[in-house]
């Protein structure tokens, strides 16, 4: 059966990603935290198999298992919001989000890469926010436009080296995920219109099993006002980033 790699897929998008995949017949390969404790993640494809990894730990990143056989898909999906003005970040939170957005993740590609010689397809789940202008989340937007950076020039290098391989860079409005907001209780948007994340599992999928060429860039983002409609807007093309603008007229995005 062939195997799809999702890192960070404890829950939220990255689970419904692999519940997805299963439906599909591919075999998924769910690593996260809580990958350690299974009674705590719910509906776990009966195909799947489990890899604890705290992106967080140097260690643990070097040491966190690799898969057994060759993996057709890389997903590459943790990430964690955070919102709040630099100056009031602790540098610990710095730090941590750094290691969960880039750092951690990029270290195990790089030992995935050196463990498998087949060629493969890389998913990334940026976001909207890789490109657009908010207030108080420069850590969180910053970091994601790194991913996006770093998957976009990666890709580059994937394709040459790998014939075969192909690369998809996602990047989703807000999603309706409680988990991804939950400690953000006092700020969190309302999630009411915000985009269905196993809809959004399985138009990712769609796009990814279609995908022709080496490297697609896809945005997929809310429809705004509320209740203008459920179905994403879905532009097959990178956006440039947000400018200042606004700040530059007395206002905030
Ligand atoms: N939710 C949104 O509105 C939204 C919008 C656009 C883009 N995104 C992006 O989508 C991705 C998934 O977000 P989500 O909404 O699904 O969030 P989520 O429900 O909080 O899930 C995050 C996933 O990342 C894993 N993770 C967090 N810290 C980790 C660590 N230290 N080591 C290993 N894995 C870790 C979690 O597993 P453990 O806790 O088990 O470690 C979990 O599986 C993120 O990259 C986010 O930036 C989200």
């Not at 969960?100 to 890469?113: A, D, E, N, S, T």
């Not at 080296?161 to 690369?167: E, F, L, M, N």
Request: charged content about 20%.
């Amino acid at each position: 059966m062939t195997s799809a790699l999702l890192l960070g897929a404890t829950k939220g998008l990255g689970l419904e990603l692999a519940r997805e995949g299963a439906r599909r017949n591919l075999s998924p390969i769910i690593y996260g935290r809580s990958a350690s404790e299974p009674n705590a993640i719910t509906e776990i494809p009966p195909q799947a198999v489990l890899y604890p990894i705290d992106l967080h730990s140097a260690e643990r990143v070097q040491h966190a298992p690799l898969p057994t056989t060759p993996v057709a898909f890389f997903f590459w999906v943790a990430g964690a919001f955070h919102k709040g003005p630099l100056q009031q970040t602790e540098p610990s939170e710095i730090d941590l989000h750094t290691d969960l957005h880039f750092r951690g993740p990029v270290q195990f590609l790089r030992r995935f890469l050196r463990h498998q010689a087949e060629p493969f397809h890389l998913v990334t789940i940026g976001s909207v926010s890789s490109w657009r202008l908010r207030e108080d989340e420069a850590l969180y937007c910053g970091l994601k436009a790194a991913q996006t950076a770093f998957t976009r020039n990666f890709a580059v290098e994937l394709v040459r080296d790998r014939p075969g391989s192909q690369v998809t860079l996602i990047n989703p409005g807000g999603l309706n995920i409680p988990t991804f907001w939950e400690k953000w209780e006092s700020t969190a948007p309302d999630l009411g219109g915000f985009l269905d994340p196993g809809q959004v599992a399985r138009i990712i999928w769609d796009l990814t099993l279609t995908q022709t060429e080496p490297f697609r860039e896809t945005q997929l983002m809310r429809r705004k006002p509320h209740g203008s409609g459920v179905d994403p807007i879905i532009e097959h093309h990178p956006r440039c980033p947000e400018v200042l603008g606004n700040l530059n007229q007395g206002k905030t995005p």
